[in-house]
């Protein structure tokens, strides 16, 4: 084995796919589960996407499940979307499902990327770019451990005609949006856990913030103020499913 041809395939493979994704249809920052779901969906719609995540891994915070107890909990119409993605999922009293955290995620992730969408990891937002009729066109992006060691590096940008911000409870693109364009957007903060009330409304709140720019999971609550939820995600998968849809409707008009 040549460890110079090893290193060769994987600069240029990988520089392939960075330089192919720099302009797409769709930008979600963040793979957590509604980050993921959403890209399954518009990968499907044959939507060019692509996914950035700061953090090594994918999923999110489904991987631990609550307090390290790697197990979620759908309720039915979430169970839906696992059905879906080949989940299995079982009853645990009427209308609540239980599933194994590692296989959701894995199998997620897998069919996501087997649909279509090119991940990105270790990647941070650290900007936007806004044009005519103030509407987002696109992200400025670094290396998470860039902007970690807080080093003064430039930073480079991908144009993309929707972002979806799935950033979970940081709301991170909408936090920098609210920062740059003021008064234009407002980030409320997320309230404290009641999950009934968080999961009705996550999905209610799963829509286009600003032009250009959809919020997603977590994000969604957290920008318009509503209760977190804690280890149930049938809300986040939902939410996923829908900022998807809402995205393909809003491509027909771009």
């Known amino acids: 084995m040549d460890e ?13 796919d960075l330089i192919n994704s720099m302009e797409v249809d769709v930008a979600i ?3 957590g589960p509604s980050g993921l779901v959403a890209g399954y969906y518009l990968a499907k719609n044959n939507i060019k996407t692509v996914i950035y995540e700061r953090k090594l ?5 489904m991987w631990g499940g609550a307090m390290m107890f790697n197990k979620i909990v759908v309720q039915t119409e979430g169970k839906a979307i696992l059905d879906e993605f080949g989940i299995e999922a ?12 590692v296989e959701s995620v894995s199998t997620i992730c897998s069919k996501t990327t087997k649909a279509g969408v090119k991940i990105f990891n270790l990647i941070s937002v650290e900007d936007v770019m806004i044009r005519e009729n103030d509407k987002i066109v696109g992200l400025v992006l670094n290396w998470s451990s860039v902007t970690m060691a807080r ?3 430039d930073p480079l940008a991908v144009r993309a005609k929707l972002v979806i911000d799935a950033t979970g409870h940081d709301s991170e693109v909408c936090n920098i949006v609210a920062r740059k364009v003021a008064n234009k957007l407002q980030v409320h903060g997320e309230k404290a856990m009641w999950a009934e009330v968080g999961e009705k409304e ?3 709140n799963t829509r286009q ?5 959809l919020v ?5 609550n957290a920008v318009l103020g509503s209760p977190r939820m804690g280890a149930v995600f049938g809300g986040m998968l939902l939410s996923g499913k829908k900022s998807a849809e809402l995205a393909i409707d809003l491509l027909k008009s771009v």
């Not at 041809?5 to 994987?10: Q, V």
Request: glycine share 16%.
């Open 202 to 204: 996550i999905v209610k």
């Open 57 to 61: 891994s994918v999923g999110g915070g």
């Open 151 to 153: 080093l003064h590096v």
């Open 29 to 31: 920052v963040g793979a």
């Open 90 to 101: 079982t009853e645990y009293q009427k209308g609540y499902y239980v599933a194994d955290a």
């Open 209 to 213: 913030v600003y032009p250009g720019l």
């Open 4 to 16: 110079i041809i090893i290193s060769k395939a994987i600069t240029e493979g990988y520089f392939k």
């Open 216 to 220: 997603a999971g977590m994000a969604a």
